[in-house]
């Protein structure tokens, strides 16, 4: 014989009430990883910034053979090493402490890479003060530090979990991407102008540099917000941005090699670093919100978290008047037997709010909120997973027809025109094309 407990059934357990609020638990937590990862690449795009601006200055210097820029580079060293020590003080301070914490692999991975070249680049600088490179290779060089810093940020964003702040992250690496190849454009011109004279090379160069800036932009521009918008619309006005264009004018009718004045080098170098200057107060209000939306969001968190805990002890304490209150078994929104669709169940939830009842919505409440954030992040996800696309197209046809970085960008970008298709378009045409090795 079975005995009859007094009062009501209990319809959820402690159990059950603590894995609610360890999803919240588990929210904040991602949202803290999520605000050092945010800080990390503000230091990453300081030291980017400064590592492009010492890149500038030892093209000149080197293309003048030690003539021009001496004095500048030397005070532009102690700039790049100082914001060189304040990142890896800080990677220090958040991967590596007494017990080393565990992290995103890929992030870690691209950390250890970009590491590795900070660590070298005392050699690239011996060797340009003693002149001892050219200024091509010394250029390359840069650029591939500079990639691999960028890939940091890149990973940042791809392994944010929160969707705001991952439209943001997409919009700071991809305007610091273009403002990348504004620096490698100053690079190449500055190059063209101390060697006295340009060639239908180089100029094309230059015009795909361009282009590539476009490219980026434009992601960026999806991302943002207004206030950045506005800034870029401000640089895309400046004189700087008017002055440059006059010289890329003036660098396209040079194209046949006609001689040209090399102190026309520095005058370039001042101008192209003006307008990457002014693109430099964009990126730092981008470097501004990032901290601010974590800030935000994390406080946001930790108060759902609050009001979850106070709506539990009120729930607890209060008695069930239900003797079938609404949950997942009986919740005629969430699949069941499939085909049952068009029939009416012979018992339906007990339609008074008791307490259990609300616990349910609670719940639903939070699997809406994780949906919700899930479908946004995918979305704000589809242009890195389309980025990842042309650079993995880009590599194939790199491999296949043995091409350059620049040539298989520019073929991508030649058949987009063609089809009228975008370019992530195309590079999904040419990875799902191509066979799996």
Not at 310 to 325: G, H, N, Y
Not at 354 to 375: G, K, N, T, V
Request: with cysteine; glycine share 4%; net charge negative.
């Amino acid at each position: 014989m079975f005995s009859v407990m007094a009062g009501p059934m209990p319809h959820y357990t402690d159990t059950t009430k603590r894995f609610l609020l360890a999803a919240k638990y588990a929210e904040i937590a991602a949202l803290e990883q999520l605000a050092a990862n945010c800080r990390l690449v503000i230091s990453m795009t300081s030291l980017i910034h400064q590592l492009q601006r010492e890149r500038g200055a030892s093209n000149v210097y080197l293309a003048s053979q030690g003539q021009r820029f001496s004095n500048q580079l030397q005070a532009q060293h102690a700039q790049s090493i100082q914001a060189e020590d304040t990142l890896k003080s800080q990677l220090n301070a958040m991967y590596l402490n007494d017990a080393e914490q565990a992290g995103n692999m890929r992030l870690l991975g691209s950390i250890a890479v970009a590491l590795q070249g900070m660590d070298n680049v005392s050699f690239l600088r011996d060797q340009i003060k003693a002149t001892k490179i050219s200024a091509l290779a010394s250029t390359q060089a840069y650029c591939r530090l500079i990639n691999s810093l960028l890939a940091v940020i890149f990973e940042a964003a791809d392994v944010a979990g929160d969707p705001v702040i991952t439209r943001r992250l997409v919009a700071l690496f991809n305007f610091i991407q273009g403002k990348e190849f504004a620096g490698q454009e100053r690079a190449w011109g500055a190059i063209g102008f101390a060697e006295t004279h340009f060639n239908t090379s180089l100029c094309e160069r230059l015009e795909h540099l361009q282009q590539q800036q476009q490219h980026h932009v434009d992601i960026f521009l999806e991302f943002c917000d207004e206030h950045a918008r506005s800034l870029w619309q401000a640089t895309q006005q400046s004189d700087a941005t008017q002055q440059q264009a006059k010289l890329r004018a003036m660098i396209k009718q040079l194209a046949d090699g006609s001689p040209i004045d090399g102190q026309l080098s520095e005058i370039w170098y001042d101008v192209a670093s003006s307008r990457i200057d002014g693109m430099q107060n964009v990126e730092e209000w981008l470097t501004n919100e990032l901290i601010t939306l974590t800030a935000e969001r994390l406080q946001q968190a930790i108060k759902s978290l609050k009001n979850h805990k106070k709506l539990l002890q009120t729930l607890t304490e209060q008695a069930s008047a239900a003797d079938r209150p609404l949950t997942v078994l009986f919740d005629p929104t969430v699949p069941g037997l499939q085909g049952s669709e068009g029939h009416r169940e012979t018992t339906s939830p007990n339609n008074g709010l008791s307490a259990h009842r609300s616990f349910y919505d609670l719940l639903c409440e939070q699997s809406e909120h994780i949906r919700q954030m899930s479908s946004e992040l995918d979305a704000a996800r589809q242009a890195i997973n389309e980025q990842k696309t042309i650079d993995r197209a880009k590599l194939l046809l790199m491999q296949q027809w043995q091409l350059t970085e620049s040539q298989a960008y520019r073929r991508l970008q030649k058949h987009a025109m063609e089809q009228n298709l975008r370019i992530a378009d195309i590079a999904g045409r040419v990875v799902n094309s191509t066979p799996a090795r």
